[in-house]
T-cell receptor, first 114, second 110 residues
Framework: KAGVTQTPRYLIKTRGQQVTLSCSPISGHRSVSWYQQTPGQGLQFLFEYFSETQRNKGNFPGRFSGRQFSNSRSEMNVSTLELGDSALYLC?????????????FGPGTRLLVL | EDQVTQSPEALRLQEGESSSLNCSYTVSGLRGLFWYRQDPGKGPEFLFTLYSAGEEKEKERLKATLTKKESFLHITAPKPEDSATYLCAAVVYGNNRLAFGKGNQVVVIP
């Protein structure tokens, strides 16, 4: 079974630009969660999507948004990029049927904001 | 606020020298405690899920245990390929978000 895939793997943007990251979950998984990983803050939860609806949201500004499509693929968007948005963005998928299910992570998208 | 704390932050071990990593959690209503392994530049790789105090799980040289306040990841006779950052995360009832600790960075020296 193919794992979670994320594209692109690397991105370089400048301040003020916007960026869209994509995540394809494991086949059959309906929940996709997004996390931001930085050296200082570690892994922090951004949001979770299930059946095309945002089910949970972390404590990030509104510049961070996401969506999920009918095939469970998900995208996240960051608008008006700031230097502090440089991070590894990880998505994780799970069946989504109950809290506490195992979440499987993709390889991440490394975003550098200059 | 849900909190997960891992110690020690960094650990250097000689090959074959067993040790334990600690993950203490302060959460309201633990639904599951997860351990992941992360290699540099890669996404976290799932290792174990523990759901109730007293539960233990093993995989090769790794063994995870859970009490009401903390979890331990025991590494028995480690090899250099066990070098990685080990991440602990908690999920509470009512949502599916993983609350992560900062990780235990383990280096195993041949």
């Amino acid at each position: 079974k193919a794992g979670v895939t994320q594209t692109p793997r690397y991105l370089i943007k400048t301040r003020g630009q916007q960026v869209t990251l994509s995540c394809s979950p494991i086949s059959g998984h309906r929940s996709v969660s997004w996390y931001q990983q930085t050296p200082g803050q570690g892994l922090q939860f951004l949001f979770e999507y299930f059946s095309e609806t945002q089910r949970n949201k972390g404590n990030f500004p509104g510049r961070f948004s996401g969506r999920q499509f009918s095939n469970s693929r998900s995208e996240m968007n960051v608008s008006t990029l700031e230097l502090g948005d440089s991070a590894l963005y990880l998505c994780a998928s799970s069946l989504g049927e109950a809290p506490g299910e195992t979440q499987y992570f993709g390889p991440g998208t490394r975003l550098l904001v200059l | 606020e849900d909190q997960v704390t891992q110690s020690p932050e960094a650990l250097r071990l000689q090959e074959g020298e067993s040790s334990s990593l600690n993950c203490s959690y302060t959460v309201s209503g633990l639904r599951g405690l997860f351990w992941y392994r992360q290699d540099p530049g890669k996404g976290p790789e799932f290792l174990f899920t523990l759901y109730s105090a007293g539960e233990e799980k093993e995989k090769e040289r790794l063994k995870a245990t859970l009490t009401k306040k903390e979890s331990f990841l025991h590494i028995t006779a480690p090899k250099p390929e066990d070098s990685a950052t080990y991440l602990c995360a908690a999920v509470v009832y009512g949502n599916n978000r993983l609350a992560f600790g900062k990780g235990n960075q383990v280096v195993v020296i041949p």
